[in-house]
């Protein structure tokens, strides 16, 4: 609520001033996942007025739509938390308003990108601001809800979104990227961001649309696909800001432990790294397997000694999160292994290792 009180401030800052300038419509978006803005503080002014700083704002939050000035030149800046000045800002953007449109804007990228992994399709990953003038508060069709995704993800290559066994919503959506609207009805989906061809599952999601009928709402992908390469940044994740700057997390689905949803087909194993981590006392393992085998995921103590086994069993391919409690063990570093093979006793064709970190 503060968050969403300090944005409105924002963009109520810069009101009309004139009746000679027009009034233009903006909602603002921070999904720039950096752990080093994970709150950050805004400046923003024009050349008429000294710069306001805006406060404490966190990733994921957002501005409702504003009333805004058209025309005028308009500089944001984006600092550290706890900045002391407009000196201190990393990065500064400045947008022009044009007259009779409604924007919405999303801050994304890291700081240094030489610490974060590259984007797969050659995108520039440094903090940046995608901006749409086509948005929109209110669906063009009534009783059904249209959104626009924004692929805010820097190490995640071209994706689609794609309804469970249903249609494709957005196709060959790059980094940086907002697609135009999509309309569907009011209803719960199981919405899949998959490769570009269709065939890899990216990650899954339980999205409840059912509450914003006659809306129009910004959808983004944020955080990291692998946060281990990317300073253990938040993990991937999709969201849904309403017009009124409401954002919902939309429920990760990780399929397969719990015999939920059907599996879907993946090209390549991965082992992730563990969140949170470090931790105290429990933790969450994320993986992926490629095809039908046996599986083991065991915990290793510095010395390399097994000291418990968190799975082993046969599995179809799919992704998988497993939760471990270590509220028996003593602080320090620990290691988990994933092996994958055709069955129990065969050799491994799949060996991953990571560390993790107790803290207590």
């Known amino acids: 609520m503060k968050a969403k009180m300090i944005l409105t401030i924002l963009i109520g800052y810069i009101l009309v001033l004139s009746a000679n300038i027009q009034a233009q419509r903006l909602q603002a978006v921070h999904a720039a996942a950096d752990p080093q803005?994970?709150?950050?503080?805004?400046?923003?002014?024009?050349s008429i007025l000294p710069p306001v700083k805006l406060e404490d704002i966190p990733f994921k939050a957002a501005v409702p739509y504003t009333t805004v000035l058209a025309g005028l030149p308009v500089n944001?800046?984006?600092?550290?938390?706890?900045?002391?000045?407009v000196n201190d800002t990393l990065k500064n953007f400045t947008i022009t308003l044009g007259s009779g449109l409604t924007y919405a804007g999303v801050v994304r990228g890291v700081v240094n990108p030489a610490q974060f992994a590259p984007n797969p399709d050659g995108r520039s990953t440094g903090l940046s601001f995608?901006?749409?003038?086509q948005a929109r508060e209110i669906s063009t069709e009534p009783g059904k809800v249209q959104f626009i995704m924004v692929h805010a993800v820097s190490d995640a290559p071209t994706v689609d979104l794609r309804i469970r066994n249903?249609?494709?919503?957005?196709?060959?959506?790059?980094?940086?990227?907002?697609?135009?609207?999509?309309?569907?009805?009011?209803?719960?989906?199981?919405?899949d961001i998959t490769d570009a061809a269709g065939s890899n599952v990216v990650a899954s999601f339980s999205a409840n649309l059912s509450a914003y009928a006659d809306t129009a709402l910004v959808v983004f992908a944020g955080g990291f696909l692998d946060p281990a390469q990317n300073q253990n940044g938040e993990?991937?994740?999709?969201?849904?800001?309403?017009?009124?700057?409401?954002?919902?997390?939309?429920?990760?689905?990780?399929?397969?432990?719990?015999?939920?949803?059907?599996?879907?087909p993946l090209r390549e194993y991965q082992l992730a790294q563990n969140y949170p981590n470090p931790f105290n006392p429990s933790t969450?393992?994320?993986?992926?397997?490629?095809?039908?085998?046996?599986?083991?995921?065991?915990?290793?103590?510095?010395?390399?000694?097994?000291?418990?086994?968190?799975?082993?069993?046969?599995?179809?391919?799919?992704?998988?999160q497993v939760h471990w409690n270590a509220a028996g063990l003593a602080s320090g570093v620990y290691f988990y292994r994933l092996r994958a093979s055709a069955s129990s006793g065969?050799?491994?064709?799949?060996?991953?290792?990571?560390?993790?970190?107790?803290l207590k």
């Open 235 to 264: 993990d991937l994740g999709l969201y849904a800001v309403s017009p009124g700057g409401t954002v919902t997390t939309f429920t990760k689905i990780l399929v397969g432990i719990d015999g939920g949803d059907t599996p879907q």
């Open 346 to 358: 065969e050799p491994a064709h799949f060996t991953a290792t990571r560390k993790l970190m107790l």
């Open 166 to 191: 249903g249609a494709l919503l957005v196709n060959d959506a790059a980094y940086g990227d907002i697609s135009a609207y999509v309309t569907v009805d009011p209803d719960t989906y199981i919405f």
């Open 130 to 133: 995608s901006l749409t003038d």
């Open 37 to 46: 803005l994970a709150v950050v503080d805004v400046y923003i002014g024009i």
């Open 284 to 320: 969450n393992i994320e993986f992926r397997i490629a095809d039908y085998g046996f599986v083991e995921l065991a915990i290793y103590d510095v010395s390399g000694r097994q000291i418990e086994t968190l799975l082993s069993r046969e599995m179809p391919a799919g992704t998988y």
């Open 76 to 85: 944001v800046g984006i600092a550290p938390g706890n900045s002391t000045s």
